[in-house]
């Protein structure tokens, strides 16, 4: 069996947060050294993606720094890494630092959902 040629997505988020700051980018790539799963990755304009892919109301921290985006016009990645104790949103727009911020787990029929792997189904 060959060794994979290009880097998985964790690898490649852990080098794009080298180029950004802060206590959640410090967090994130801790958490992403320990395993912690990247199950979304969309990349497009920065309006539609903003629009689409995040829900500023689920942002508990780093809320600042997402709403700075609203006005760029750029190119941006929206990125989800999923832990057991924190769900990180990561925007990466063209030409500048990455966004990390913390979003509230989901609530699916009432129970937590911050796993990386399915409920169990009956």
């Not at 999923?82 to 990180?88: I, N, Q, S």
């Amino acid at each position: 069996m060959k060794a994979p040629t290009q880097p998985c997505v964790q690898e490649k988020l852990y080098r794009i947060l080298d180029r950004s700051e802060g206590p959640l980018r410090d967090e994130l790539r801790e958490a992403l050294r320990a395993g912690t799963k990247v199950p979304f990755w969309a990349n497009g304009p920065a309006g539609a993606m903003l629009k689409h892919y995040i829900k500023f109301d689920r942002i508990v921290q780093g809320s600042e720094d997402v709403i700075d985006l609203e006005g760029f016009d750029g190119l941006l990645g929206v990125a989800r890494a999923v832990g057991r104790k924190r769900r990180f949103l990561v925007l990466i727009p063209a030409e500048r630092e990455a966004i990390v911020a913390v979003e509230e787990p989901e609530r699916r029929f009432g129970r937590l959902r911050c796993l990386t792997r399915p409920l169990a189904q009956k």
